[in-house]
């Protein structure tokens, strides 16, 4: 059964069944999974593994303050 | 004899070959060049195509997914092909159509939709159940029971 689950999902992504992409879907949503487009996976592999952190209030200005 | 022109299947199947490899391989120029080798072996072995054998659609996915194989074999000498990739197993020609994946659908609305997340995370996406586990905040026993719970409700659900 498992087999033929990795089988059916493996088709999947070639078939774009309606009916199963849209339970798909549904499972993406509650869990937050989203599938990258070329063009966002292209630019997460050129960026490698991401820094990102919220810009505190004020860090900007210090940060210019600093240069000038 | 195919009936079929290359023009035509590229026309009809360049999407889907796309797409599928789209799902796999990241790297744009990667897949382009993957799309370009899945439709040099087709043009090739057009002739040798047996319609009695498998359909169209199916050889197709079959030697596009050949392709991404070997693809990471040569790329990735070193590691594992991904589960849902790995030939290990034969393919069963006979699920590769989509009255199966419609029957899936319907198979899987059934399950009660934690059992549903679990099958679609797992075998769709490839996760891990201690990765399920931990998105889920539950213990990894607790997952891998409804794994199993979830496997056996489809297989039931397949049956009839």
């Known amino acids: 059964m498992e087999n033929a689950l990795r089988t059916m999902f493996d088709y999947q992504k070639f078939e774009s069944n309606p009916a199963l992409q849209s339970v798909i879907d549904s499972v993406h949503s509650r869990w937050s999974v989203k599938e990258l487009s070329m063009d966002e996976m292209e630019f997460v592999n050129a960026a490698g593994t991401p820094d990102i952190r919220p810009i505190k209030s004020g860090e900007l200005d210090r940060d210019a303050n600093r240069k000038s | 004899m195919p009936t079929v022109s290359p023009e035509q299947i590229y026309a009809e199947y360049s999407g889907k070959v796309m797409g599928y490899i789209r799902a796999r391989v990241r790297n744009k120029a990667d897949a382009e060049d993957l799309l370009s080798d899945v439709f040099e072996k ?13 359909s169209l659609s199916t050889w197709i996915f ?8 070997d693809h990471f074999r040569r790329s990735r000498p070193s ?17 590769l159509n989509t009255e199966s994946l419609t029957e899936l659908a319907t198979a899987l609305r059934k399950l009660p939709q934690q059992l549903m997340d679990i099958v679609v995370l797992r075998y769709y996406d490839g996760k891990p159940l201690t990765e399920i586990a931990r998105m889920m905040n539950l213990s990894y026993g ?4 409804r794994h199993q719970n979830a496997i056996m409700l489809l297989k039931q659900s397949l049956a009839t």
């Open chain 2, 42 to 54: 087709i043009i090739r072995k057009l002739d040798g195509f047996d319609p009695e054998k498998a």
């Open chain 2, 62 to 69: 079959t030697v596009t997914r050949n392709t991404v194989i």
């Open chain 2, 79 to 95: 590691e594992e092909l991904d589960e849902n990739l790995s030939d290990d197993t034969e393919l069963d020609e006979d699920l």
């Open chain 2, 142 to 145: 607790a997952v891998k029971l």
